[in-house]
């Protein structure tokens, strides 16, 4: 019953714009995040967001080019992605976690719980 829906994936030039959306439903999370995971490489963490306050935290590769937000009301979830790089060429993945969690596990796959379907990003040059 659980389940994570994004959505707003797509074509971009480089330095364009796009923004991720994930809703959930079936129950309440503790923190959401967002992972990628291109061709041959492992899924990397992009960024995550405790559900009922506190500090929101971004990859070195990301920071200050992306942002993380949330919408209670509506338990949807947002990546707004600036300044894109062919680089971020990927499948985005949202993801949610039951307990807020050891801060050693916030930044792996391992420390969430449900997953999204992914949602393709592609940026050209």
């Known amino acids: 019953q659980v389940q994570l829906v994004e959505s707003g994936g797509g074509l971009v030039q480089a330095g364009g714009t796009l923004r991720l959306s994930c809703v959930a439903s079936?129950?309440?999370?503790?923190?959401m995040g967002w992972f990628r995971q291109a061709p041959g490489k492992e899924r990397e963490f992009v960024a995550f967001?405790?559900?009922?306050?506190?500090?929101?935290y971004y990859s070195d590769s990301v920071k200050c080019r992306f942002t993380i937000s949330k919408d209670s009301a509506r338990n949807t979830v947002y990546l707004q992605m600036n300044s894109l790089k062919p680089e971020d060429t990927a499948v985005y993945y949202c993801?949610?976690?039951?307990?807020?969690?050891?801060?050693?596990?916030?930044?792996?796959?391992?420390?969430?719980?449900?997953w999204g379907q992914g949602t393709q990003v592609t940026v050209s040059s």
């Open positions: 993801a949610a976690a039951l307990g807020l969690g050891p801060v050693g596990t916030r930044t792996y796959a391992r420390g969430y719980d449900y």
């Open positions: 079936g129950r309440t999370f503790s923190r």
């Open positions: 967001i405790p559900w009922n306050g506190g500090s929101t």
